[in-house]
C-alpha cells in the first residue's frame, strides 16, 4: 500500500456547472465552495498531511471583472468565517503564489497563514494567483542571486513549496487533461486522476474512490 501525505487538486468545472443548473457561472463558484469543505473534511479522515488547491491561477486575471470579483469575494468571507474554526481544527493555511489582491485580501491572507502557523495535523496550500512557471522563474533568479549551484536540492529550496513534499496525487476534475500551469516541477512523478465531473458534482465518493485506487498503484519512480 503506497503512503498518502500530499493530494494536490485542480478544481475545474465550477463555471460549466453553474451555467448548465444556475444559469450562472459565479454559482458554479459557489457551489465549488461546498465541494472544498467536503473535500477538507474526508481529507483529515483519511490523516492525509496536506491538500494543495488550486483556486486562482496567473492566467485567470483573463477573465471578466466580474467573475474575478466575485470569486476574491467568496475567498474573502470564506476566510472571514471559517479561519477561526480550521484554527481550532489545528490546520495550517498557505499561500502558494503571489499576494497582489485588494489591500484586505492581502491582510486577511497574511493574517490567516500568521494564525495558523502552528498547526500541524493538515496544511492546507491554497494556490492563489499562482503559476508554476513563474514559480520556478523567480526561483531561478534567486540562486543566480545568491550565486549557488543550479541543481535539484536548490530549485527545491527556492520553489514555493520548499518543505512539503510532491504531491502524491493529483486530481483535475471539469474532464480537460490538462496541467494549467500547475505545479510543473513538483508533479514530476505524481499518480494523476482526470476526472469527468465537474467540481460542484464532484463528491466524498469520488474522493474515497481515488484514494483506493492510488494505494494500489505500483509506484515505480524509475526502477522497476
Ligand atoms: C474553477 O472552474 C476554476 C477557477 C479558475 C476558479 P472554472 O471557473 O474554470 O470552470 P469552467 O472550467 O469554466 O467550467
Ligand atoms: C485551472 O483551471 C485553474 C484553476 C482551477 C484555478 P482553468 O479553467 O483556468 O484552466 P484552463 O484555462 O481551462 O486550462
Ligand atoms: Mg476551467
Given at each position: 500500500m503506497n503512503p498518502l501525505k500530499h493530494v494536490?487538486?485542480?478544481m475545474d468545472g465550477n463555471g460549466r456547472w453553474g451555467l448548465k443548473y444556475k444559469n450562472s457561472r459565479n454559482a458554479g463558484h459557489k457551489a465549488g465552495l461546498e465541494t472544498v469543505?467536503?473535500?477538507?473534511?474526508?481529507?483529515?479522515k483519511n490523516k492525509i498531511n496536506f491538500l494543495t488547491l488550486f483556486a486562482f491561477s496567473t492566467e485567470n486575471w483573463k477573465r471578466p471583472?466580474?467573475?474575478?470579483n466575485y470569486l476574491f469575494n467568496l475567498l474573502?468571507?470564506?476566510?472571514i468565517n471559517r479561519i477561526e474554526e480550521l484554527h481550532k481544527n489545528n490546520i495550517k493555511l498557505k499561500i502558494l503564489g503571489s499576494k497582489?489582491?485588494?489591500?484586505?485580501?492581502?491582510k486577511l491572507l497574511n493574517y490567516s497563514e500568521k494564525k495558523t502557523s502552528k498547526n500541524n495535523k493538515l496544511q492546507i496550500n491554497l494556490a492563489l494567483n499562482y503559476g508554476s512557471k513563474l514559480e520556478l522563474i523567480n526561483a531561478f533568479k534567486k540562486?543566480?542571486?545568491?550565486n549557488k549551484k543550479i541543481n535539484e536540492k536548490n530549485i527545491?529550496?527556492?520553489?514555493?513549496t520548499k518543505d512539503i513534499p510532491?504531491?502524491?496525487?493529483?486530481i483535475r476534475t471539469g474532464n480537460t487533461k490538462r496541467l494549467s500551469n500547475f505545479l510543473l516541477w513538483q508533479l514530476a512523478y505524481t499518480e494523476i486522476f482526470f476526472e469527468k465531473k465537474l467540481w460542484p458534482a464532484f463528491t466524498k465518493k469520488d474522493f474515497k474512490r481515488i484514494i483506493k485506487e492510488y494505494k494500489d498503484i505500483k509506484r515505480n519512480f524509475g526502477k522497476i
Open positions: 494536490a487538486i485542480i469543505e467536503t473535500v477538507i473534511k474526508e481529507t483529515i471583472k466580474k467573475e474575478i474573502e468571507n470564506f476566510l497582489k489582491f485588494s489591500p484586505k485580501l492581502n540562486i543566480f542571486s545568491s527545491e529550496k527556492y520553489l514555493q510532491d504531491p502524491d496525487i493529483l
